[in-house]
């Protein structure tokens, strides 16, 4: 059975949608390929079937899953055989605590730093759909959000501590080799990097590091996705 991964589509092609990235690392991770099909992020026509309006949504035969972290959760349990995302109850919990410091942490600040660039990569009615979300979000214009990105930036770096003092004992989150985790903390990284040419770490940072390591796994998967800059 084919496996059908939805995620957003941007002008050129972009593939920007941080949440379906890891998405598409835990696939890759697992063997497994999938039909990636592309969703304007204000066409929720396009995702009713599955009962909510956000990607990225898996579609395995009769099961849909939506919501990365459920759709990761699927994924170990269907393939328990392939290489795992989590490591075992242990680190599945410990993963699901990443996900939820990211989200609710990271996230948030992110956000305002690169959204105004996020809008010029896509078309017309899907720039006018996250402009509102967003500016609604924040009570603020997206052009003065970032206009004080060169000083929120630092507040976002120090938000990093712990996953670069992580990264002194170990090559990646998860330890010797990436898994989930890792996955989860590269996603912003990766949107980012597709959207915007903001640069949001120090060339000298350990996770500047970590980060080109991670565009390289799995053949080069992320690093393919062209870069906002090229
Ligand atoms: N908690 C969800 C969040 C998914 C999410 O926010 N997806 C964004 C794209 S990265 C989306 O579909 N947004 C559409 C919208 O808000 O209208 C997950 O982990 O998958």
């Known amino acids: 059975m084919t496996l059908i991964l939805y995620e957003l ?31 304007a992020v204000s066409d929720k ?11 990225p949504i898996l579609v395995d035969g009769d099961t849909v899953v939506s919501d990365s972290w459920a759709i990761a959760a699927y994924l170990e349990q269907a393939w328990p055989d392939r290489p795992s ?16 410091y990211v989200d609710r942490s990271l996230v948030p600040q992110l956000v305002p730093l690169v959204m105004v660039d ?8 899907d720039a006018g759909h996250l402009r509102g979300q967003i500016e609604g979000l924040f009570r603020r214009s997206l052009e003065e959000l970032a206009a004080a990105r060169d000083t929120d930036i630092l507040g976002f770096r120090k938000l ?3 996953f670069r ?8 989150l998860c330890g010797a080799q990436p898994a989930y985790a890792d996955y989860i903390l590269f996603s912003l990284f990766q949107w980012a990097r597709i959207v915007s040419r903001f640069e949001l770490l120090d060339p000298a940072d350990r996770l500047a590091a970590w980060r080109e ?18």
Not at 118 to 125: D, H, L, R
Not at 165 to 172: E, S, V, W, Y
């Open 45 to 55: 026509q396009a995702i009713a079937f599955s009962g909510q309006d956000k990607v």
């Open 160 to 162: 990093l501590d712990p």
């Open 213 to 230: 390591a991670m565009l390289d796994l799995h053949g080069g998967l992320a690093r393919r996705e062209p870069a906002r800059a090229a």
């Open 9 to 39: 589509g941007g002008l050129d092609g972009r593939r920007y949608s941080q949440f379906s990235w890891r998405t598409r690392l835990a696939l890759a991770h697992k063997g497994l390929a999938a039909d990636v099909r592309p969703v």
């Open 165 to 172: 003092a992580t990264l002194r004992g170990q090559p990646f």
């Open 85 to 100: 995302l989590f490591g075992g109850p242990i680190g599945t919990g410990l993963s699901r605590f990443v996900n939820t």
């Open 118 to 125: 996020v809008v010029a990569c896509v078309g017309p009615e």
